[in-house]
Structure formats: structure tokens, C-alpha cells
């Protein structure tokens, strides 16, 4: 089990940053990967970057060059620093953590609360 809370959410220009965290219960190095998630209303939850326990990390072709996935292990925690922010970028975002298949499909076992993030334009 872990349990995840996030924070950092927020109303922000265009152009601004802003930076998210993400806590969990235990050690992130004993979590397989963890995640940032997001959803629009209306729309569905879509992986914005990932980071496994050796660092290796991904990101959604949207925020490529404008997001940054990172982790401080001494806290446990997760960050996403997101620049350049966009209106589109608007969405209530999620951390999540183990990645594990299920019915073929790859899928987060654990997910925190989310928090809001709005930009205006």
C-alpha cells in the first residue's frame, strides 16, 4: 500500500510555471514508477510524465520541453515543475504510483486526490 498526496495546484497565467508535489507513504525507490496524470472536464485521464526507480523518465508529446518530472528520495517525493504554462493545460492533475498489467493493459495502483491547476490566457 501507499498512499499518495499532492499539492501545488493553483491559478496561474499563460506563460507562468508551477511547480507540483506529490508525497507517498513510503520509498518512492521502492515504487516501480511513479506518474503525474491528468483530466480536463469532459475528457480522459492521460499520462502527462512518468519516472521510474532508476530515474529513467517520459513525457506526453504536449509537454515535452515545457514540463520537467523529478524526485527527491530523502522526501519521498515527486515533483512536477511545469513552465511556459498553457491554457490547454488546464486540468485536474493526479499522482500516481506502481505501474502494473492487468488484462493486458498497463495501469497505476495507487492514485492521490489531485489537485487543480488553471491557466488563464
Known amino acids: 500500500q501507499v498512499q499518495l498526496v499532492e499539492s501545488g495546484g493553483g491559478l496561474v497565467q499563460a506563460g507562468g510555471s508551477l511547480r507540483l508535489s506529490c508525497v507517498a507513504s513510503?520509498?518512492?525507490?521502492?515504487?516501480?514508477?511513479m506518474a503525474w496524470h491528468r483530466q480536463a472536464p469532459g475528457k480522459q485521464r492521460d499520462l502527462v510524465a512518468a519516472?521510474?526507480?532508476?530515474?529513467?523518465?517520459n513525457y506526453a508529446d504536449s509537454v515535452k520541453g515545457r514540463f520537467t518530472i523529478s524526485r527527491d528520495g530523502a522526501k519521498n517525493t515527486v515533483y512536477l515543475q511545469m513552465d511556459s504554462l498553457k491554457p490547454e493545460d488546464t486540468a485536474v492533475y493526479y499522482c500516481?504510483?506502481?505501474?502494473?498489467?492487468?488484462?493486458?493493459?498497463?495501469?497505476?495502483?495507487?492514485w492521490g486526490q489531485g489537485t487543480q491547476v488553471t491557466v488563464s490566457s
Open positions: 513510503r520509498s518512492i525507490f521502492s515504487i516501480n514508477t
Open positions: 519516472i521510474t526507480n532508476t530515474g529513467s523518465a
Open positions: 500516481a504510483a506502481d505501474v502494473r498489467l492487468r488484462g493486458g493493459v498497463w495501469t497505476y495502483a495507487y
